[in-house]
């Protein structure tokens, strides 16, 4: 049995069997026969460098209690979603399948192609910009890779900073992408160019 034979045991329509699965409802669909070819990777936490609870998962689903914390005022009514989430201690969490549009990049633009929801899968790392994360989300973000690019023909790997200069900064300095690139042993044409 080939690799690509081997991975619909992993997946069912779009979601991973080896993720805990917690529906958003802030998804769409993708545009007809686009290649979903591009892995994003973000970085978050609620609020911001707090980790461990549970304001993320409540905020990709609409359910984020406003007035739980004075930054979430600034954040007050959005709605936003990713496919995966790997907490700091490399849990995996999937939001939306992958087979839908998830709502995670926002404006964005890679390599001539706008709209980067349309052809990507978002991964959002439990972390703060510029802040390092940890070994435990490499390895998970590792076999995440792996298991997507068996199943969706993935040609690149880029974080929203990539995306969205100037707008975004995340995943940011901290997120060693070197590290990322000797764990999936992928071609140096996969990852950004100054990496």
Known sequence: MTEREAAPALWRAGWLRDARRCDSPNFGLRPPDMPVDLLLLHSISLPPGEYGGDAIAALFTNQLDWDAHPYFQQIRGLKVSAHFLVRRDG???????CDAR?????????????????????????????????????????RLCVAVARRYPIVHVAGHEHVAPGRKCDPGAGFDWPQLRRLLGWDAGCFPPEM
Request: charged share 20%.
């Open 91 to 97: 849990g995996l969490w999937q939001f939306v399948s």
């Open 102 to 142: 998830a709502w995670h990049a926002g404006a964005s633009c890679h390599r001539g192609r706008d709209n980067c929801n349309d052809f990507s899968i978002g991964i959002e790392l439990e972390g703060l910009e510029g802040e390092p994360f940890e070994p435990a989300q490499y390895r998970a973000l590792a």
